[in-house]
């Protein structure tokens, strides 16, 4: 499905009372640490490293993507649940084709059977709107696609992108608002990841086969370089240490695994119920074409 423009100008005119009101709300729900993780003490790079480059204080972090080569980086550290979040600043102008992820992985080489977590930024041309898609894998299977549009535009400042992951819910959320959540239903199951540590990891590359209008929109690549920027990476988690870390198991002694982070606060119930009204443009659950019979955790 697609916004038109006058379209999209007129939902960011009404998303201002939502903004200002789930900014309020999300000031009284779980808070995560402030604080941010130096680049060369935590992370590698991967694919060109001439196409990393950061702020003369290092604080912010740009990688780009030109015809010959994109570039990403990785954690050193393994995740078993927590809240990780990053400041992002999406590629501005004639994005089409070009894909920022930011994503969880429990693999670096993209395993059959990896479980993963998935922001994918789609870009747009100049004047239409960012596309977000979120996906979670488990074992190597995904297809659980939802895509939403953003009340703001991505490109013009930082915004927030969180991931909060416990044995009960994932929730995707955007500057603390709550656009997804990926229930568990207590049993084992084929659809909730939850025994694999992840790396946290962000790449930017060239998806004109299908990321902007399904591969009819082509990358322009005379506005390359397309860079997208990063700053604050938080992760307040379970850092995996082999052979089992103690944290991995429900103990209530942090704050993402403690009851209230086990379902959405009341005040995030109602801002993701606007999100589903407003913002959401495809949901897999809802694609009866292509799962007549709709995949287990669905139901939930």
């Not at 649940?81 to 400041?87: A, E, I, L, T």
Request: include cysteine.
């Amino acid at each position: 499905m697609a916004m038109h423009r006058s379209s999209w100008i007129l939902l960011l005119l009404t998303a201002c009372v939502f903004t200002c009101t789930c900014i309020s709300n999300a000031a009284t729900d779980n808070a995560a640490p402030s604080g941010s993780f130096s680049f060369k003490d935590n992370f590698d790079l991967t694919g060109a490293e001439d196409h990393f480059s950061t702020s003369p204080d290092g604080q912010v972090w740009y990688l780009s993507l030109d015809k010959k080569a994109g570039c990403g980086f990785q954690t050193r550290d393994r995740y078993r649940f927590g809240w990780f979040s990053m400041k992002l600043k999406l590629v501005g102008g004639d994005s089409a084709g070009v894909v920022t992820a930011y994503y969880m992985c429990s693999d670096l080489g993209a395993a059959p059977d990896r479980d993963e977590l998935d922001f994918e930024f789609l870009g747009n041309r100049t004047g239409e709107p960012y596309t977000i898609q979120t996906n979670v894998y488990k074992g190597g299977v995904g297809n659980r696609e939802m895509r939403h549009q953003l009340w703001f535009d991505p490109t013009e400042d930082f915004h927030t992108y969180s991931i909060l992951w416990n044995n009960h819910q994932i929730g995707f959320f955007v500057d603390r608002v709550p656009i997804r959540v990926y229930k568990n239903n207590g049993k084992p199951n084929n659809f909730f990841p939850s025994d694999k540590p992840m790396y946290m990891l962000s790449s930017i590359w060239n998806a004109d086969d299908w990321a902007t209008r399904g591969g009819l929109e082509k990358t322009n690549w005379t506005h390359a370089p397309f860079i997208s920027s990063y700053k604050d990476f938080n992760a307040d988690g379970c850092k995996w240490e082999d052979p089992y870390p103690k944290c991995v198991s429900t103990t209530g002694e942090n704050w993402w695994d403690q009851y209230e982070a086990w379902a959405l606060t009341d005040s995030q119930q109602e801002d993701s119920k606007w999100v589903w009204r407003n913002l959401v443009i495809y949901d897999y659950c809802k694609d009866y074409e292509r799962f007549p019979k709709l995949p287990e955790e669905c139901n939930l």
